[in-house]
């Protein structure tokens, strides 16, 4: 719903216009963000529900296969366990076409993050766990960081952020 209002611009929508700040500002086009944001806007065609446990994730939509997929910590938090983590990413994955690509970011060794007074459960694994997992998955890892954390807080627990980028041979 909330990307709905964003992209018909309606009246109290959450405004992304900061990240297309700093996009164009990394481009040296801080003129232009307007403009990009813009055009992001022409560029979305269809906005689907996800729902993990369907073996087709976004039934009763068929998508074709995409070029690249990007899970940004949905993992994490959805996942109770390793076994559950592996399930999850190999549907993640039917969705990529050959050759397609993967970005994955995850927290490591993080077991906790709270949203005001609740506190919600994170998989906790480390850089050899998640390597082991795509490259399982049939995926060749192109490019892996991993950024140690800086400030200490208790709404969380995690050590590093992990950004992994990786592909489909077939």
């Known amino acids: ?25 990394l481009e040296g086009n801080s003129d232009q963000c307007e403009g990009k944001e813009m ?17 087709n994730l976004t039934d009763p939509v068929v998508l074709p296969q995409a ?9 994490d938090v959805i996942s109770k366990d390793q076994d559950e983590y592996i399930r999850y990413l190999r549907k993640f994955a039917m969705l990529i076409k050959p050759r397609g690509h993967l970005i994955l970011v995850g927290l490591l060794n993080a077991t906790y993050f709270t949203a005001g007074p609740d506190r919600f459960h994170l998989l906790k694994y ?7 997992v795509v490259t399982g998955e049939g995926f060749i890892i192109d490019h892996c960081d991993v950024l140690k954390r800086k400030a200490v807080s208790d709404l969380t627990d995690y050590e590093a952020v992990i950004v992994l980028t990786a592909h489909r041979e077939k």
């Open 126 to 132: 480390d850089e050899n766990d998640i390597r082991k």
């Open 67 to 75: 070029d690249c997929v990007i899970s940004a910590e949905i993992l």
């Open 1 to 25: 719903m909330e990307v709905n209002r964003w992209l018909n611009t309606c009246t109290g929508a959450f405004q992304w216009n900061h990240t297309s700040t700093f996009v164009t500002a």
């Open 39 to 55: 055009k992001l806007k022409m560029a979305i065609k269809q906005i689907v529900k996800c729902d993990i446990k369907k073996e």
